[in-house]
């Protein structure tokens, strides 16, 4: 028995290792492989899937709590929808993201307004759109986008209403279903009954182009909107605005700085976006 030799097996972690690399080795370009080896993160010796994997972990656990410590530290200070949307596409995050960004905000109220907002907005846009490409006749539009308007945003009839919110039924279902498939967010009374109509309004005409009458809507009627309210419609496209980061940089410093009350500090940093952006911070 002493002379018996058991067989020998290689040792699998370095083979699984190997093969990996060799993986992402294929899936990259030369030269990121080739960065990303010397980076000495030994990222280059994790397969796609573990990659993968670690980037949603960093997104949930790093990226997005950042986010919101920023919010609570006035380091980021957004003011409405849009300059929510451009905090979070300027970290990468997804605007998908906003009910996981709302539960990491409880004790922030005006984050969690704000993305609330947002998400009805986004959610209101897509009936408007649907409803404008149905429309055959150009002449009908406005009457057609008014109607829309009312059904949203309007105060609807008892008969036709939720029994605890003052909206449509279809418009609170749909609601209810896309902000939870879309947002992972279940929308309650409380927070409907907090919104700001006229918030909500500017954003859908800001996302979907309709221009308005300048005038005041009675939002507490069942009719705020008439065909002749709308205007036009103009076109709305995405496009990737060139900006300076040392610029951007220089600018949320000096709201950090306002913000916090220091004046001369919010001077100096604002004089100085104009040499980098080109226009003078306002």
């Not at 990222?43 to 950042?66: C, G, N």
């Not at 990468?92 to 960004?101: A, C, F, T």
């Not at 009675?218 to 909107?225: T, W």
Request: aromatic share 8%.
């Amino acid at each position: 028995m002493k002379n018996v030799k058991l067989p020998f097996e290689e040792p699998k972690v370095e083979t699984t290792t190997t093969e990996d690399a060799c993986k992402l080795k294929d899936l990259l370009p030369e030269p990121a492989y080739t960065r990303l080896q010397e980076s000495k993160t030994g990222l280059h010796m994790k397969s796609p899937q573990e990659l993968t994997e670690m980037a949603l972990r960093y997104y949930d656990e790093v990226a997005l709590p950042k986010l919101v410590l920023d919010f609570g530290s006035l380091e980021l200070s957004p003011v409405d929808g849009r300059t929510l949307t451009d905090f979070m596409h300027t970290r990468g995050l997804r605007m998908h993201s906003l009910g996981r960004v709302v539960k990491l905000s409880e004790k922030l109220s005006h984050v969690q307004s704000l993305c609330i907002h947002e998400m009805i907005v986004r959610a209101f846009k897509h009936v408007i759109r649907a409803v404008i490409a149905t429309v055959s006749d150009t002449r009908d539009l406005s009457i057609s986008i008014a109607a829309m308007l009312n059904l949203l945003l309007g105060l609807p009839d008892s008969g036709v209403s939720h029994s605890s919110v003052p909206v449509h039924t279809l418009v609170w279902r749909w609601l209810e279903v896309f902000l939870k498939r879309r947002y992972d967010w279940e929308l309650t009374v409380s927070n409907y009954c907090d919104i700001r109509k006229y918030a909500i309004l500017r954003g859908l005409c800001h996302k979907v182009g309709i221009e308005l009458a300048p005038k005041d809507f009675d939002m507490d009627s069942a009719f705020p909107f008439d065909k002749l309210d709308i205007i036009s419609l103009v076109p709305v496209h995405k496009q990737v605005a060139c900006s300076s980061a040392d610029g951007r940089q220089l600018l949320e410093s000096s709201k950090t700085a306002l913000d916090k009350g220091k004046l001369e500090d919010a001077v100096s940093y604002g004089t100085k976006v104009d040499a980098y952006t080109g226009y003078p911070a306002s």
